[in-house]
């Protein structure tokens, strides 16, 4: 897939640059694309939260490991977030490299807070689904799930359902992202077609951004929570793990190292087994730190090349979308590019930006995972160590 993905980058950039009329009136191939990734969004999300909280065995587990685990979690990625964001605002990659204007207009979403906070209960969840509204339905969701928690046996029913629904849903979504070569091969060429090449030789100062941003969360920020909180020693925690975190540097995948991120807790990290058993798992269905970080960078990148620029307001509504985005789309495959479109809908920028930036996807993706599982390694470490 990735070699298909690089060619389609190279074919996207000779027939966006010799033929610009071919690949503007081909856009919408691209955009049938983005179209497509859009269409999952809701269902991976309710379905993503509604079983990570339910698989918990009862409302008393959800009392003690339970919200110290998504606690840690949902800071961890907050964290991350605003690292990013920060990061973003001193180095601003991508100021100079403003592209032509988008095929729709861009409309700058603006953040009262009083609005905004009422925006999260949603009066009626069948309108909010239908508008696409995420973060409302987010919060119904949390709270559903919580209460299914407490109707015994017939949670089982619920759980079910949402079981198959998530399973549905991760085959459409690898059927989906089969078809990124051809999608990204239109959506290049139309962009290219557009605006030339020089938004694609910009993308080192991106990336570079994206790398320190990773570094620091990974080296300073979890390892002093670890010691605050945790009481132990990172980095020499670190060496007990590593291998879990090679792989999944090899891998690019949470799940995949999942096995192996379990027994090495267990085995070499002295993480009780019912707390690896149980923190490790749901890190790797809801927390993603890496990804939450290059996702709000990313978000910001792209407003720069749309010309937009995002105040406090706006930053903040990436901070929040990019926060609770990540548990609904963390254990499926192209999660980073459905949470992509989410962000950007979140504050009126256009999605076939998106394109730009997956020519360095698959390298940067290699280092956001390793930090996901990194910080999945952490939290087992640290819940255990708070709870003995």
Do not use: C
């Not at 074919?11 to 691209?30: N, T």
């Not at 949902?74 to 601003?92: E, M």
């Not at 906070?117 to 709270?143: D, V």
């Amino acid at each position: 897939m990735e070699n298909l993905t690089l060619l389609a980058i190279g074919l996207g950039v000779v027939l966006g640059y010799f033929f610009p009329d071919l690949s503007l009136s081909l856009s919408f191939i691209g955009e049938a694309y983005i179209a497509l990734l859009k269409m999952l969004i809701l269902p991976i999300v309710v379905a993503s939260i509604y079983i990570a909280i339910t698989g918990l065995a009862s409302s008393s587990e959800l009392k003690s490991v339970g919200i110290k685990t998504f606690a840690y979690y949902l800071t961890t990625t907050a964290l991350a977030v605003t690292l990013g964001l920060l990061i973003f605002n001193i180095f601003d990659p991508g100021a100079n490299a403003q592209l032509r204007p988008p095929s729709t207009p861009i409309e700058k979403k603006e953040l009262d807070i009083g609005t905004f906070l009422l925006s999260f209960i949603p009066s009626n969840i069948f309108q909010a689904l239908s508008k696409g509204a995420i973060l409302p339905t987010i919060f119904f969701t949390i709270l559903f799930a919580i209460a299914s928690l407490f109707i015994g046996q017939k949670k089982e029913i619920l759980y079910n359902f949402f079981d198959a629904i998530n399973e549905a849903m991760m085959v459409m979504a690898r059927w989906i992202v089969a078809l990124t070569p051809i999608g990204v091969l239109f959506l290049i060429a139309a962009t290219v077609g557009k605006s030339g090449l020089d938004p694609l030789l910009e993308l080192y100062g991106y990336a570079l951004t994206v790398l320190f941003a990773l570094a620091l969360h990974a080296l300073l920020i979890l390892p002093a929570l670890a010691y605050l909180i945790g009481r132990f020693n990172p980095y020499r925690y670190f060496t007990t793990v590593k291998e879990a975190l090679l792989i999944a540097f090899s891998t690019a995948s949470s799940s995949a190292t999942l096995p192996v991120s379990i027994e090495v807790a267990e085995e070499r990290g002295g993480v009780d087994k019912k707390i690896a058993g149980f923190v490790l798992p749901l890190g790797a269905t809801i927390n993603m730190d890496g990804t939450a970080l290059y996702e709000s960078i990313a978000v910001m990148y792209i407003a720069n090349l749309a010309g937009v620029d995002l105040g406090l307001s706006q930053q903040i509504l990436i901070f929040l979308t990019a926060t609770f985005a990540s548990i609904g789309a963390a254990g499926i495959p192209g999660a980073g590019l459905i949470m992509m479109t989410m962000i950007l809908d979140s504050v009126g920028l256009p999605t076939e930006y998106i394109a730009l930036i997956i020519a360095v996807d698959r390298f940067l993706d290699m280092f956001r995972t390793s930090i996901n599982v990194w910080g999945d390694l952490l939290g087992a470490k640290i819940i255990d160590r708070i709870s003995r």
